[in-house]
């Protein structure tokens, strides 16, 4: 695939129009990133090694010819000229990135030692799509970025959590031994359009599953409780966070604050598809956290960031996009 990146020195690139990689681009979160980004203007690099991610996503971007794809793994170093890194590169659904752990680990270890070089190189400022997984099953409710975290480092999660702790302590150094300009987000669950059928992810599953009228799978009780936001606030809250004025190094939590349990959430997703779905039960998963909920004061006041769409309202949007989706020749959906 041809490189629509300019090969020059990127400083020689006007403000405006800027180099940009978005490792992790061709992800659920990454392909609408790389849209927002295209669409002002800017040179827009995808790294991707399809673990998650889908060359259908792609499609639509690379109707742009300032819209590049790079097939890479970055665990492995890479040299690309760049102005500004955002690091999406992880898989973020548990069954995604339990499969093959010791390479998740390894992803947000040495994918982030990787991306934090490029950025010394060319002096980028570096963007890192952390987690509310952090903070583990917390012990403090709703969480503020000065918990600290309760998260086991021994089990089937400690892969994903340890990695995303690690990445941010790395971002830390990096931004304190050589004045990296790094931002982090903590991001809590988003869901949306363009997430897989099979991503393995509450909402998705549960769409799907409504769509199908099939069982809806509620792991446990259904008691637990997650904060759902829906993908363009939060593309909206990295925007926020990458571009203003008012500079954070430090980690800022991204997500909604309004809260339901998982029980909750499947009688809305049955309630808007008229599903004639049934709830079962399946087994909670090892470690799996209690309740979540985003102590967003920062973002709001530093970066005047708060989401704006209710949840109804993201499921409506999200099952439309499943319902299209749901319609295509098997084949087209499992490319
Ligand atoms: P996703 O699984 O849809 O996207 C991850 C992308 O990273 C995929 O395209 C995948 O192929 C790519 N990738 C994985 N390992 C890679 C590697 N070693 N080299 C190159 N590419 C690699 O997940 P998402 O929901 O889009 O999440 C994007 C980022 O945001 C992840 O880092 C995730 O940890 C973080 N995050 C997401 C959520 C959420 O609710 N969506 C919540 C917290 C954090
Ligand atoms: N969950 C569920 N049924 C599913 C998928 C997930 O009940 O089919 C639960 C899961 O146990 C967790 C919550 O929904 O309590 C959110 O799970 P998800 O995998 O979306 O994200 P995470 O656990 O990482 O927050």
Known sequence: ?????????????????????????????????????????????????????????LRYLLQ???????????TEPLDLPVDEIYNLACPASPPHYQADPVHTLKTSMFGSLNLLELAVRYQARIFQASTSEVYGDPLMHPQAETYWGNVNPFGPRSCYDEGK??????????????????????????YGPRMRPDDGRVVSNFVVQAL??????????????????????????FHRLMYSPHVIHAPVNMGNPNEFTVRELAERVMDITGSSSR?????????????????????????????????????????????????????????
């Open 1 to 57: 695939m041809s490189m629509a990146f300019p090969p020059s020195n990127p400083r020689s690139v006007g403000k405006s129009k800027r180099r940009i990689l978005v490792a992790g681009g061709a992800g659920f979160l990454g392909t609408h990133l790389c849209m927002r980004l295209l669409c002002e203007g800017h040179f827009v690099i995808c790294v991707d090694n399809f673990t998650t991610g889908q060359m259908k996503n």
């Open 64 to 74: 742009f010819d300032t819209f590049s794809f790079v097939r890479h793994d970055v």
């Open 165 to 190: 702790r690690a990445a941010e302590t790395l971002f830390h150094d990096f931004h304190n031994q050589y004045g990296t300009d790094i931002r982090i987000a903590r991001i809590f669950n988003t």
């Open 212 to 237: 199908r009228n099939e069982d809806i799978t509620v792991y446990g009780d259904g008691s637990q409780t997650r904060s759902f936001c829906y993908v363009d606030d939060l593309i909206e809250g």
């Open 279 to 335: 709830i079962v039960h399946r087994p909670l998963p090892v470690d799996d956290p209690r309740q979540r909920r985003p102590d967003i004061t920062v973002a709001k006041r530093e970066l005047g960031w708060e989401p704006r769409v209710v949840l109804d309202d993201g499921l409506k949007a999200t099952i439309a996009f499943f319902e299209r989706q749901l319609m295509k020749p098997a084949e087209e959906l499992a490319e």
